[in-house]
């Protein structure tokens, strides 16, 4: 069997297929679903889309954007950021540190992260070294957001 790692994800319906495995497929908050199929152009199109395969068999995804500057409200300096967004791991595949090799694989770009938590997920977050941000009522709508900084790299004050 191939080593273990996370990859890019390619943008088809193989891929559309495989996330209906996920326990969040349907859930409108978790489910890539729609996003994929905004980006469903050509096989070699940019993907925002990483997993692990174990075996043939997606067992762990989540998506990564790159957020330019100028949109940046959470770090200081205010240079790009990544965010993270609905990381999930195959209940048979969960607790066996899936979820920490995507978490791993985004902060090797070296980018501040952001991410919105999932209910009763902030342990997971808080051991991979993200601490919640201040929260603004208008920039977060409802959402509380967590970071995690590179050295070097502040959090914004909230205005």
Do not use: C
């Not at 996330?19 to 497929?25: A, G």
């Amino acid at each position: 069997m191939d080593a273990i790692k996370v990859q890019p994800l390619v943008v088809n319906y193989k891929t559309l297929e495989e996330f209906k495995r996920f326990k969040e497929y349907g859930n409108q908050e978790l489910s890539m679903l729609e996003d994929l199929q905004n980006n469903i152009i050509e096989n070699n199109s940019t993907s925002p889309f990483f997993g692990i395969y174990y075996g043939s068999a997606l067992i762990a995804r989540m998506s990564l954007y790159k957020v330019p500057s100028k949109y940046n409200y959470y770090f200081e300096p205010r240079d790009e950021y990544l965010e993270l967004w609905k990381l999930e791991v195959l209940p048979d595949y969960q607790k066996q540190g899936y979820g920490e090799m995507l978490v791993e694989f985004a902060k090797g770009y070296r980018l501040p992260i952001k991410t919105n938590p999932r209910v009763n997920s902030h342990g997971f977050w808080e051991r991979m070294g993200f601490d919640k941000l201040s929260y603004d009522m208008e920039r977060d709508l409802g959402e509380n957001p967590l970071g995690w900084r590179p050295t070097g790299v502040e959090e914004q004050n909230a205005s």
